[in-house]
Every structure is written in structure tokens, then in C-alpha cells.
Nanobody, 121 residues
Framework: QVQLVESGGGLVQAGGSLRLSCAPSGDIFSVNEMGWYCQAPGNQRELVADITSDGTTNYADAVKGRFTIARDNAKNTVYLQMDSLKPEDTAVYYC???????????????WGQGTQVTVSS
């Protein structure tokens, strides 16, 4: 069974930084698109940033210039460096990945369990 394992959330003061990481556990063939979504109470889950296997990135307007997404293809790991955090960044952050479990199999979407990020004012 493949799972996405996240780490790095926590409580930080406004202006501070956090770094999230996520990697799949289990036997897989390849990982294509990876990314991070967030969901605040009462809101829908929304894209924060994503990155393709060749390194092309995409960011939500609210985080441009403050967050950086990166990946280590050798480790199948995606990172989200979060700087200049604001109270409105408070949410549960979910890792996302399109994973190909076996050669010639289609990619399927997987989600992490979510990690809480809380930014105090």
C-alpha cells in the first residue's frame, strides 16, 4: 500500500518560517506531479504550489515570493519552504502526488494525511 508521509508542520509566529516535506512510502515506479494544498476551517481545499517532474513550478498568488516548492527526484520527496508566514496561512496542508506504481500502469493521485500549520500574530 502506498502512502504519502508528511512532516514539518507546527506553530510559528508571524514572519517566521517552516519547511514541509513529503515522500511516498511503499514500492513505486515513478512520481510525476507533486504539490501542496491547504484547507482552512470552513474553506475548500486549494492549491498552494505544485511542481512537475522536470521542475516546472506553479504557485497560488497569495504565496508567490514567500513560499518555494522543490523536489528531490532521487528521493521522490517534495518540499515546501514557507517564509514570511502570515496568520492567514494557518491551515492544514496536504501533500499531493501523481504516482505510477508499476511500469505501464497509469498514474493515480495520492494525498497525505495533512499537517497543521498555525501562524500566530
Amino acid at each position: 500500500q502506498v502512502q504519502l508521509v508528511e512532516s514539518g508542520g507546527g506553530l510559528v509566529q508571524a514572519g517566521g518560517s517552516l519547511r514541509l516535506s513529503c515522500a511516498p512510502s511503499g514500492d513505486i515506479f515513478s512520481v510525476n506531479e507533486m504539490g501542496w494544498y491547504c484547507q482552512a476551517p470552513g474553506n475548500q481545499r486549494e492549491l498552494v504550489a505544485d511542481i512537475t517532474s522536470d521542475g516546472t513550478t506553479n504557485y497560488a498568488d497569495a504565496v508567490k515570493g514567500r513560499f518555494t516548492i522543490a523536489r528531490d527526484n532521487a528521493k521522490n520527496t517534495v518540499y515546501l519552504q514557507m517564509d514570511s508566514l502570515k496568520p492567514e496561512d494557518t491551515a492544514v496542508y496536504y501533500c499531493f502526488a501523481q504516482i505510477q506504481r508499476r511500469r505501464y500502469y497509469p498514474s493515480q493521485p495520492y494525498w497525505g494525511q495533512g499537517t497543521q500549520v498555525t501562524v500566530s500574530s
